[in-house]
């Protein structure tokens, strides 16, 4: 049987369904322990209990104030060194490594030392997330850059292209699908981030909520704290996913993405093909004019031998 992709959500959320009435079901015969696996009635309860007082707002924005900053400050950092890094070798000689060792160890162990350094506030998580996330944009920009098609480059070049048209139509262009098609990944990592320096050291924030419901073993608490962060960062995926379609609209089908950045050199030909333009009136009159003002009996003749070095002259004076 052939299955319609189109109601595929349809069937996902039927199975959801099935698979909460049969947690219900469990937990109401007494098959589970309410103490390590509560119903979802219980779940929801304590969701709509946080809403309805209104505590869970300073620590919803305590959370995403760090993580949505520190997420931006890393994309933002991480695309500028990586453009640099794949331009300038010496940056890269300088950069590569630092980057190589950063993403070798498990960056959330630099979250003690982020709150010894800069406190239990807000900036200690903004570090930790920067860091979490620069590290992945940068090799994500520096191996896109690196992989450009290097005749693209040597055909932006031979139209007139300086470094700055180099990076502005053909690297960025190329390298926006691998920044978009990461920056799900680099949301997982800022709120995992988030988790983690509020687990280590907080007064506020989703994380630690997480670690009060441990310490008092709630675990409707606990539950309905990871479906409150489960639901916000699929939300921030839809929009992540929106702007991957918006971006890159011109690579839908089965397009390269150095596809875009051949487009976007055609200003540099059309500047080229008017330069031309303008000059190629002035050479024809100077032509003219050497014809006319040459008598007759001055004019060298042409012999049958002569005749391909002539058309090879004025193939050479001809404006391409």
């Known amino acids: 049987m052939r299955l319609d992709p189109r ?41 709509i209990d946080l809403f309805s007082d209104g505590r869970i707002w300073p620590h919803l924005e305590a959370t995403f104030s760090a993580a949505l900053g520190g997420l931006a400050l890393g994309i933002a950092v991480g695309i500028v060194l990586g453009v640099v890094a794949a331009l300038v070798p010496f940056i890269a000689e300088l950069l590569e490594p630092v980057m190589t060792v950063l993403n070798a160890i498990p960056r959330v162990i630099l979250a003690p030392l982020f709150v010894i350094w800069l406190g239990i506030g807000l900036a200690s998580k903004v570090a930790l997330f920067y860091i979490l996330v620069a590290v992945l944009i940068f090799f994500t920009v520096f191996t896109g850059i690196r992989q450009v098609d290097r005749r693209l480059v040597e055909r932006v070049i031979t139209l007139g292209g300086d470094r700055w048209a180099l990076v502005r139509h053909v690297y960025l262009p190329s390298v926006a699908s691998w920044v978009l098609g990461n920056l799900k990944i680099a949301v997982g990592f800022a709120f995992t981030g988030a988790c983690v320096g509020e687990f280590v050291a907080a007064t506020q924030g989703l994380g630690y909520l997480l670690s009060f419901a441990q310490s008092t073993y709630n675990a409707a608490l606990m539950f309905a704290l990871i479906l ?23 690579n839908r089908g089965q397009q390269r993405p150095e596809d875009r950045s051949v487009r976007h050199t055609a200003w540099i030909a059309k500047r080229r093909r008017r330069r031309d333009r303008s000059t190629r009136p002035h050479q024809r009159a100077a032509a003219r004019g050497v014809g006319r003002h040459c008598p007759v009996d001055e004019r060298p003749s042409i012999g ?16 391409a």
């Open 228 to 250: 409150l962060i489960l639901v916000v960062v699929l939300v921030i995926f839809g929009i992540a996913g929106r702007l991957e379609k918006h971006v890159l609209r011109w």
């Open 7 to 47: 109601y595929a959500w349809m069937r996902q959320l039927a199975a959801f369904a099935a698979l909460l009435a049969l947690w219900e079901a469990a937990a109401r015969a007494d098959m589970l322990n309410p103490m390590y696996a509560p119903s979802p009635s219980r779940v929801g309860a304590a969701l």
């Open 304 to 319: 049958a031998g002569d005749e391909g070095d002539l058309r090879a002259l004025s193939g050479a004076h001809r404006p």
